[in-house]
């Protein structure tokens, strides 16, 4: 006769969850703190997004498509994202972090003076699910032993959902009043975003920065937490570091030829 405790032996073995003990909820609030985390990025990169579409003219268009697809995706994006990862861990998603972080910092180097906004937008958007991966990280390192790490950990996604609704209470607002609120000259919050909006990409590129520090902090103490002594840890990192080193450069030599290559192609443009 099946029994129900007989259930966990069909589920998966993840490491990262133990099923039928506390670890499982602590695993799937972290998840779901993670999910709010990129969820407030998503809202703000849309409200970024939705007000240089209504500010530009030519750009206009592209503003109905924009809106229909973040209405199909919307529903599925927060508990899809959650389920994952509370699902993948914080050792796998440690090495994600890590990986992501050494990434934007060789774009970052490789950017000259005054430019590449684009190529910094763009990693706030190649970025999202790192970041999740990064909130994850920093809870499990930093509630690791503490006595009331349920509690800590539901009081904190209280405070991710409040800062997630308000994100989408924003872009709700935004979509449906922006163009009529600055046109009109009615709205604090529009009129803000009419003279300021530019600056938004800045601010969440410094908040990034500061999540991913102590995400990658954090990643590097837990995946350290598997080795006994410090010759295990080195011949770990060392390959790890290695082949990390050797995907920059390759990253950097790529882009620059590309450069190269786009230079060419409008000089011989511009001749023509």
């Not at 050494?102 to 590449?116: E, I, N």
Request: proline fraction near 4%; aromatic fraction near 8%.
């Amino acid at each position: 006769m099946f029994s129900l405790p007989a259930l966990p032996s069909w589920l998966p073995g993840l490491s990262s969850l133990e099923w039928g003990s506390g670890l499982l909820l602590d695993s799937v609030l972290k998840g779901l703190i993670g999910a709010c985390g990129v969820s407030v990025l998503s809202s703000l990169l849309k409200v970024y997004f939705f007000v240089g579409c209504a500010n530009n003219p030519e750009w206009r268009p592209e503003k109905v498509r924009l809106q229909a697809r973040w209405a199909l995706l919307e529903t599925a994006h927060l508990p899809g994202l959650a389920l994952i990862l509370t699902l993948v861990g914080p050792r796998v998603a440690s090495l994600v972090v890590l990986e992501f972080s050494l990434r934007a910092v060789s774009t970052l180097l490789s950017l000259g003076k005054g430019s590449g906004s684009a190529e910094r937008l763009q990693l706030c958007l190649l970025g999202q699910y790192s970041l999740g991966c990064g909130l994850t990280c920093g809870l499990s390192f930093l509630q690791e032993g503490a006595p009331h790490r349920t509690l800590n950990l539901l009081l904190g996604l209280g405070l991710a959902a409040l800062l997630s609704s308000q994100a989408q209470r924003l872009l709700r607002h935004v979509c449906r009043l922006y163009e009529l609120h600055s046109s009109q000259h009615y709205c604090g919050v529009c009129l803000g975003l009419l003279a300021r909006a530019c600056d938004l990409p800045r601010l969440l590129g410094r908040a990034l920065v500061v999540a991913f520090a102590v995400g990658d902090l954090a990643a590097v103490a837990l995946i350290n937490q598997d080795f006994l002594t410090t010759s295990e840890a080195m011949r770990f990192w060392t390959p790890l570091t290695i082949c990390y080193t050797l995907l920059v450069i390759y990253m950097q030599a790529c882009r620059a030829r590309c450069r190269r290559c786009w230079c060419a192609w409008a000089a011989s443009s511009c001749c023509c």
